[in-house]
T-cell receptor, first 117, second 110 residues
Framework: DTEVTQTPKHLVMGMTNKKSLKCEQHMGHRAMYWYKQKAKKPPELMFVYSYEKLSINESVPSRFSPECPNSSLLNLHLHALQPEDSALYLC????????????????FGNGTRLTVT | DAKTTQPNSMESNEEEPVHLPCNHSTISGTDYIHWYRQLPSQGPEYVIHGLTSNVNNRMASLAIAEDRKSSTLILHRATLRDAAVYYCILRPTYGNKLVFGAGTILRVKS
C-alpha cells in the first residue's frame, strides 16, 4: 500500500474519448507530480505543481491537461490521445520547498496503466 | 539537468552485501544525490539521499566520494525482495525537479 492513491488502476480509452486520471494524498504535501513511464524505461517527468500552482511543464502536448483543485488532489485530463500515449502514469507528492527544508523525498503511487486504442 | 551513469544491470547473492555505483562527474555544489528503487509493478520508492557526508537509514547506506563525482548505494544484506531497478538521481537543492536516468537492474539469486 502507498500513501498516494491513484485511480483508476487501469484505463482503456479510444482516441476520441475524454478521460481523467486522479491522484490523492493526505500527507500534507504541497508539491505534486505527474510522470509517464513506458515499458522498460525510466519515468519521465511531465508536470509539477507547487502550492497548487503549475511550476514545471516539460513541454507536454496539450492533449494532456493537469489540474490541482486543492492541496490533496491532482488530476490529469486526457483528450484525443494517440496509441503511443499508452503507458503507466505515475503520481507523486512531496513536501513543498518552503516546508521541511529542501529536497524532501517523493512518495509515488502505483500508477494508472493507460491503453489507448 | 546533471547526468548520472550507472551499470545497466548487476547480480547479487541473497544475504550478501550489494554495492551499486553511480558516476556523476558534472554534479554541481548544490545538487543532492538521491536514490530510488522500483520494484516490479510498483511506483518508485525513495531509498536514501545525501549531499556530502555518508548517510545511513534502515534501508541502505550511501557512500559519497570526497569530490562528489561518484557515489555508492550499499544494501547490507540483499534479499529477494530487493530485486528492483535502482535509480541514482541528482536533484537541485531548491527545486522540485527529479529526473530519472536509466537505472541499474539488480537481480538477487537465492
Amino acid at each position: 500500500d502507498t500513501e498516494v492513491t491513484q485511480t483508476p488502476k487501469h484505463l482503456v480509452m479510444g482516441m476520441t474519448n475524454k478521460k481523467s486520471l486522479k491522484c490523492e494524498q493526505h500527507m500534507g504535501h504541497r508539491a505534486m507530480y505527474w510522470y509517464k513511464q513506458k515499458a522498460k524505461k525510466p519515468p519521465e517527468l511531465m508536470f509539477v505543481y507547487s502550492y497548487e500552482k503549475l511550476s514545471i511543464n516539460e513541454s507536454v502536448p496539450s492533449r494532456f491537461s493537469p489540474e490541482c483543485p486543492n492541496s490533496s488532489l491532482l488530476n490529469l485530463h486526457l483528450h484525443a490521445l494517440q496509441p503511443e500515449d499508452s503507458a503507466l502514469y505515475l503520481c507523486a507528492s512531496s513536501h513543498g520547498v518552503r516546508d521541511r527544508g529542501p529536497n524532501s523525498p517523493l512518495h509515488f503511487g502505483n500508477g494508472t496503466r493507460l491503453t489507448v486504442t | 539537468d546533471a547526468k548520472t551513469t550507472q551499470p545497466n544491470s548487476m547480480e547479487s547473492n541473497e544475504e550478501e552485501p550489494v554495492h551499486l555505483p553511480c558516476n556523476h562527474s558534472t554534479i554541481s555544489g548544490t545538487d543532492y544525490i538521491h536514490w530510488y528503487r522500483q520494484l516490479p509493478s510498483q511506483g518508485p520508492e525513495y531509498v536514501i539521499h545525501g549531499l556530502t557526508s555518508n548517510v545511513n537509514n534502515r534501508m541502505a547506506s550511501l557512500a559519497i566520494a570526497e569530490d562528489r563525482k561518484s557515489s555508492t548505494l550499499i544494501l547490507h544484506r540483499a534479499t529477494l525482495r530487493d530485486a528492483a531497478v535502482y535509480y541514482c538521481i541528482l536533484r537541485p537543492t531548491y527545486g522540485n525537479k527529479l529526473v530519472f536516468g536509466a537505472g541499474t537492474i539488480l537481480r538477487v539469486k537465492s
